[in-house]
């Protein structure tokens, strides 16, 4: 097992290749670790800047045990690790964080809102459904419009589709692959918040100021952050943040998205057990970033300061908008961060420039 804090020099295990993390792996170079990266593609793009690729499935048994014989603690980038992988990583002696409870509970919607309402944290009424007739009862119960998404799986606003009649709750379940959903009542938001948040090995707690989010199509187009808030509504922020951690036994960074209601509450749309989308403005933004915090908290290290050094405005770079990198590494206040994917489908996430601007 391995003994925290952990020296630079050791090998952390990253389950997942792509741009979170590439940018993990770069951290943990910065700090002195080697970085092993467990991931299907040969080429990805953190398998490029990290010591080790190993090539295949994240619950393939032979790659598991690779991992485990050069790795002392494996995170992940994404949240749809398989739970057995984890637990077969944990028999091999390998200590991984964020744990299997916090995967769980991120995985499942409904997992998810159960928990977050027991910890005393508010998000939108919901109900489950496990087949068409159940989707129609709920969605008469609560009422359409609603928002009906797969319980699983589902990410940059696909396996999610309006309910607009209760009657047409059977037809939207089967369009969204006859498997269980949550439906959830409609969020009368004024805008989109996130919060990233951390916590070490020691339990000690740091959150970042709060980012105002702007989607399209579902996908992060752009996240503005520090957000100009009211005291009341950080402090509020970083309450959710806090019983959210304490609630997991949360080692590393999670990312929680919020709805600024019209009423002034805040609501909890989704947690994401890893570094997040709207946390990287904390790159060019503040004293340490998501990045660092990450590796920081997993290995063992104190967590690093939050504040802001910068107000950011992110954007991500979808698609072709990547070829004008010539043009954006001419501007004096963009910070550019590419992911080195070979291929620009419509929609892929690229890279992203962080535009500084005064606090
Ligand atoms: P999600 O995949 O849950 O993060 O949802 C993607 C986007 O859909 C969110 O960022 C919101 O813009 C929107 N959305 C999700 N849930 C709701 C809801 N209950 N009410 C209104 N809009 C929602």
Not at 70 to 99: H, I, K, M, W
Not at 239 to 264: P, Q, S, T
Request: net charge negative.
């Amino acid at each position: 097992m391995a003994r925290f804090p952990l020296p630079p020099g050791s090998t952390l295990g990253i389950l997942g290749g792509g741009q979170l993390g590439r940018m993990l792996a770069l951290a943990a170079a910065r700090l002195g670790f080697d970085v092993a990266v467990l991931e299907r593609d040969a080429d990805s793009p953190a398998g490029r800047v990290a010591a080790h690729t190993l090539v295949g499935a994240y619950a393939d048994p032979v790659a598991l045990e690779q991992l485990a014989a050069l790795a002392s603690v494996v995170t992940y980038e994404f949240e749809n690790v398989p739970a057995e992988a984890v637990l077969t990583l944990q028999r091999l002696g390998v200590d991984c964080a964020p744990g299997p409870e916090a995967l769980a509970v991120a995985q499942d919607r409904v997992s998810e809102k159960q928990f977050l309402n027991a910890s005393g944290v508010a998000t939108v009424a919901f109900a489950s459904a496990d087949d068409a007739d159940e989707a129609v009862a709920a969605a008469t119960q609560m009422g359409a419009p609603l928002l009906m998404k797969t319980r699983r799986e589902g990410y940059d606003g696909k396996g999610q589709r309006w309910v607009e009649h209760a009657a047409q709750a059977g037809e939207v379940f089967r369009a969204l692959g006859s498997v269980p959903v949550i439906l959830e009542a409609p969020a009368d938001f004024v805008r989109e918040l996130s919060i990233i948040a951390a916590r070490g090995r020691d339990g000690a707690t740091a959150v970042y100021p709060l980012a105002e989010n702007h989607h399209e199509g579902g996908i992060l187009r752009r996240s503005l952050a520090p957000a100009r808030v009211s005291p009341a509504l950080a402090d509020e922020a970083e309450r959710i943040a806090a019983r959210i951690l304490k609630g997991l036994d949360y080692v590393g960074v999670l990312g929680i998205e919020l709805f600024e209601m019209r009423d002034g509450r805040l609501l909890v749309n989704e947690i994401a057990p890893r570094v997040h989308n709207t946390g990287h403005w904390t790159q060019d933004g503040c004293e340490v970033d998501q990045f660092e915090q990450h590796i920081r908290a997993v290995a063992g290290w104190p967590l690093g300061p939050t504040a802001a050094v910068a107000r950011v405005e992110m954007l991500n770079l979808l698609g072709d908008e990547a070829d004008a990198w010539a043009r954006l590494a001419r501007e004096p206040e963009t910070r550019l961060h590419l992911y080195g994917k070979r291929e620009a489908k419509p929609g892929r996430k690229m890279g992203h420039v962080n535009k500084l601007k005064a606090l």
